[in-house]
């Protein structure tokens, strides 16, 4: 399908630059962490990029479950499902970046619609990842609490790259989106458009051509890099916490990468310099798009994307 002839690009938002910490879960502080993010967005969109959306929500999905799992423990109220939270979290989400986009882009005068889409993205139901959780959701725990909550309650926990303790669920790998037709009609409207938010919501095929939900939470950026492939996006870009991506992350001898081939990514990946379940996926999710024809892929944090943009800072990854 032709695109509009402006650049597009697919930038994914991570959950934790929404949702900081155990501190920060309020609406007021989600808002806050979404209007910063979308001032940047802003940027781009002012220097000419069409931008399709893309971002976590494995702090706001964890939230959500567990506010569903206490209000029915104490209040006898119905459970939500998992893939619902996810739903859910795409419109929360999805909502706070819609309303300070718009307002964003309205006091620049730039007059261009955003919108989000609600997306389903289509996984195996024999993925052997349902049987060993990896995605990590909600706040973070200490390892005394973590380990309570798992003989409790029966939650799988894990240490979170250094972080602290989370709670895990299946993270099925993303094969399709279902709503791929509607997102890139909306591009090549010049909608800006949010989309496969928490890596979209994961549904499987029945096998009688019905899609039903299932109880998973998607790598965003894994399905933010399969949105990326199936519109042929000029870059793909992943926003998190860092500037750059680093060789002995966090030791004496760290080292930032400034670009990297997609040959040397992969064998830094073997060197173990990107950890499991933080930096791995973002990497391995470049890697994928990059393999599929995508030009150039950068990895850098919200305030320094229109720096990187002009080739000043960021981890730029090329084939
Ligand atoms: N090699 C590395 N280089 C840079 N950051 C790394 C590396 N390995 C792990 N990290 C951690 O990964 C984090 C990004 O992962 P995460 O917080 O899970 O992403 P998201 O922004 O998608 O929520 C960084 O903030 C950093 O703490
Ligand atoms: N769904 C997902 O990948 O969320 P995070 O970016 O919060 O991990």
């Avoid at 989106?177 to 989309?195: C, H, R, S, Y």
Wanted: charged share 25%; aromatic share 6%.
């Amino acid at each position: 399908m032709k695109m509009s002839r402006k650049k597009t690009a697919v930038i994914a938002i991570g959950g934790n630059s929404l949702i900081k910490d155990n501190a920060h879960q309020k609406i007021e502080d989600q808002y806050q962490a979404a209007k910063e993010t979308c001032y940047h967005i802003a940027d781009m969109i002012e220097a000419g990029w069409n931008v399709a959306i893309g971002h976590g929500n494995g702090p706001q999905v964890g939230l959500i479950l567990r506010q569903s799992e206490v209000a029915a423990k104490v209040e006898h109220l119905p459970e939500t499902p998992l893939d619902v939270c996810g739903a859910e979290s795409q419109g929360l989400i999805g909502y706070l970046l819609q309303q300070n986009l718009q307002n964003e882009l309205f006091r620049r005068k730039i007059h261009q619609n955003v919108a989000t889409v609600i997306t389903q993205v289509l996984v195996d139901k024999n993925d052997p990842a349902f049987q060993h959780p990896t995605k990590p959701i909600g706040g973070f725990m200490t390892e005394e609490e973590a380990k309570r909550k798992a003989e409790e309650l029966g939650w799988t926990v894990v240490e979170d790259a250094g972080r602290g303790w989370r709670r895990v669920v299946a993270s099925p790998d993303p094969k399709e989106v279902v709503e791929l037709d509607t997102i890139k009609a909306l591009i090549e409207a010049g909608v800006i458009v949010i989309t496969v938010g928490g890596g979209g919501i994961p549904v499987i095929d029945k096998g009688d051509g019905d899609y039903v939900g299932i109880a998973a939470v998607i790598d965003k950026d894994f399905a933010s890099s399969l949105l990326a492939q199936e519109i042929n996006a000029d870059i793909f870009i992943i926003s998190t916490a860092v500037e750059k991506v680093a060789l002995n992350y966090g030791k004496p001898n760290e080292k930032l990468i400034d670009r990297m081939t997609v040959a040397e990514a992969k064998q830094y990946i073997q060197e173990g310099h990107f950890a499991k379940g933080s930096m791995l996926p973002k990497v391995q999710a470049c890697i994928r798009y990059l393999e599929a024809g995508g030009k150039e892929a950068l990895i850098t944090s919200p305030e320094n994307i229109g720096r990187a943009l002009r080739g000043e800072t960021g981890t730029w990854i090329v084939p």
